[in-house]
């Protein structure tokens, strides 16, 4: 196995720290801020794993499962505002 120097990379972020932020840190005010550190993840790894390389294969089918996932989640949270704004309205304001 091959070990890379991850120090060169200026947008480090990992599944541990993001698990941090999420869970104990509360530091993800937006799903936008989640998205751009997964987003770093995919990227640092494309950059540092040649094409050929299985990390490069399964960073494909993640980065695929998480567009998935976060459409998902906008759409559920569209249709939660949406009632949100509804009932409102149906209260008087």
């Given at each position: 196995m091959i070990f890379i120097d991850f120090s060169r990379c200026?947008?480090?972020?990992?599944?541990?720290?993001m698990e941090r932020?999420?869970?104990?840190?509360?530091?993800?005010?937006t799903l936008q801020a989640f998205i751009v550190d997964?987003?770093?993840?995919?990227?640092?790894a494309?950059?540092?794993n040649p094409k050929e390389?299985?990390?490069s294969a399964c960073v494909?089918?993640?980065?695929?499962?998480f567009i998935e996932s976060v459409q998902?989640?906008?759409t559920e949270l569209a249709e939660l505002?949406?009632?949100?704004q509804r009932s409102e309205l149906g209260n008087g304001y």
């Open positions: 200026t947008l480090r972020v990992d599944l541990a720290t932020k999420l869970l104990v840190d509360n530091a993800y005010e997964c987003t770093k993840i995919f990227d640092n494309r950059y540092y390389n299985v990390v494909e089918v993640f980065e695929k499962f998902g989640v906008r505002m949406h009632k949100r």
